[in-house]
């Protein structure tokens, strides 16, 4: 959705709306590598949202999000935002798939 907003002119508006959702929700994080223009609209998306909730899913760990995202420097800017005033929650157990 991004990548077309980019093209048509909508994306101004889009990242607006995404900083004033009260949650957002990116499920299933690192499934696969973020490209050049990923890893600038995600940036850009959680430096606008430090007064709204953002719940990231993930079964990769967060020490290996580095390799996802991709450009350390990046990655760092990114990850460092993330994890800014966070509450991180391990869940064990098998798979809720199975049920």
């Known amino acids: 959705m991004l990548s077309i907003a980019h093209s048509d002119g909508r994306f101004s508006k889009i990242i607006q709306q995404l900083a ?15 490209s050049l223009g990923q890893r600038t609209d ?3 998306i959680m430096e606008d949202r430090h007064l709204g909730s953002t ?4 079964q990769l760990p967060i ?5 996802t995202i991709g450009d350390a420097t990046l990655a760092d800017a ?3 935002r993330i994890l800014h005033n966070s509450h991180k929650i391990k869940l064990r157990g098998e798979s809720m798939w199975k049920h």
Not at 20 to 34: H, I, M, P, Q, S
Not at 63 to 67: E, F, N, S, Y
């Open 55 to 58: 719940l990231i899913t993930s």
């Open 63 to 67: 020490d290996q999000w580095h390799g």
């Open 78 to 80: 990114i990850i460092d």
């Open 20 to 34: 004033k959702t009260d949650l957002l929700v990116l499920d299933d994080w690192g499934l696969e590598r973020l």
């Open 42 to 44: 995600i940036l850009e």
